[in-house]
């Protein structure tokens, strides 16, 4: 007799809820190209402000941190991820952390898409093949969770 | 090279800080109730906030000079990082096929580096 068979009702909810856990944090994935782009975009707008005032060097730790809560694009970002934690921490209640996180590799192909369409940047062989191993082994480390 | 190596220095080291946050939060996660107090005062998700704060000071100074298609993925450091605090915190295994994600990940950072020397 297979311990399914035992506890049919807990294995159905514990099961349920698991599946539930992997759905949120797949839509958690679609938040961070959102969030991701406006980060990018304010932190060119704290290097431009630097430039703007012909200091030299690149934007100061202390800088970055104001930037977070004082630069409304960057603190939108961060509000993205505010939203996209509380969703994790949610899914994290019903699953492993080292099958969850792994997931969020779901949005590598999100955030090249909107780095090449949105902010112009460069897309090569090498770097489309880094992406892509860098997903396999994110998905190979979740899997060795099971 | 468009993305400098201090920039990707800076998201790599982020992403080790923010693999400590996630271990905090996590550990907070385990904490929860419906009592508002379990959120209100829980120290741990109280850290892990913190230390995401201070990952992201270092993520947003490298992101100011660099390729977000360069600098994002480099994040992924912080999931090697992951493995080995949820072996020490959480006592799960590490086996031989999260160590093979390990290493691909590895070679996938290499790639992205030789890609942005193109």
Partial sequence: MSPATILPEANVVDAAN????VLIVVVCTLIIPAAQ???KLGANQLAAQKLALHQT?????????MGIFTNPTIFAGYCLYGVFTVLFIYALRHGELSILYPLISLAYVWVAIIAVVALHESMNPLKLIGIAIIMAGVT?????GK | MTTPFSSIAL?????????????FLKSGANALSRDWKSIAFNWKLAVGVATYLLSSV???KGMSNGELSVLFPMVSVGYICTLVWSRLFFNEQ???AKLAGVGLILVGIVFLGLGNAQ
């Fill in chain 2, 94 to 96: 590490i086996t031989r």
């Fill in chain 1, 37 to 39: 782009y406006l980060i």
């Fill in chain 1, 57 to 65: 060097g690149s934007v100061s730790l202390v800088a970055a941190m």
């Fill in chain 1, 18 to 21: 698991r599946r539930r856990a």
């Fill in chain 2, 11 to 23: 998201v790599l080291v982020g992403s080790l800080i923010g693999s400590l946050g996630a271990i």
């Fill in chain 1, 140 to 144: 190979v480390l979740g899997r060795g």
């Fill in chain 2, 58 to 60: 270092l993520f947003v």
